[in-house]
C-alpha cells in the first residue's frame, strides 16, 4: 500500500510538471504551433531523467525510490521514458532484432490503438 500511495503522489506531481512545462511552451509561443513541442519536450526530458536516474540509484542504493520516482514522477510526466529504458536495456543486452521490434510495434501498435478507439468511439457518439 506504501508504494501504491508513493506512486500516486509522484504521478500527481509528473502530471503537474508536464501540464507546468505545456502552459509555459504555450506562453513562450503564443499559442498552438501546429507541433507537439511540449510533449516532445516532455518525452526527451523525461528520458534523460530515466537514464540519469537508472544509474544514479543503483550507484546510490537508493533504487527502493524507483517507485515513486520512475513510475511515479516520471510515468506521470511521459510514459515515454519508461519505453526508452526498455528499448535501450534490450539494445545493450545485444537483443538489437527484438530492440526494433519492440520499437515498430509498440509505435505502431500503439497509434494503430488509439485509430481503433477514435473509430469506436466515433460509431458509438457520432
Do not use: C, D
Not at 501540464?19 to 507537439?36: H, I, K, S
Not at 516532455?42 to 517507485?67: D, E, K, Q, Y
Not at 511521459?78 to 510495434?105: C, D, K, M, N, P
Amino acid at each position: 500500500m506504501k508504494s501504491l500511495i508513493l506512486v500516486a503522489a509522484g504521478g500527481a506531481i509528473g502530471a503537474s510538471l508536464r501540464y507546468l512545462l505545456g502552459a509555459g511552451v504555450y506562453r513562450l509561443t503564443g499559442g498552438p504551433t501546429g507541433f507537439p513541442v511540449a510533449i516532445m519536450m516532455a518525452n526527451v526530458l523525461g528520458s534523460i531523467a530515466m537514464g540519469f536516474f537508472v544509474v544514479w540509484a543503483a550507484h546510490r542504493g537508493l533504487t527502493h525510490l524507483s517507485p515513486f520516482v520512475m513510475t511515479g514522477v516520471l510515468g506521470g510526466f511521459t510514459t515515454f521514458s519508461a519505453f526508452s529504458l526498455e528499448t535501450v536495456t534490450l539494445f545493450e543486452r545485444g537483443e538489437i532484432w527484438q530492440a526494433g521490434l519492440y520499437v515498430a510495434l509498440s509505435v505502431g501498435l500503439s497509434v494503430f490503438g488509439l485509430m481503433a478507439g477514435l473509430w469506436v468511439a466515433r460509431g458509438v457518439y457520432l
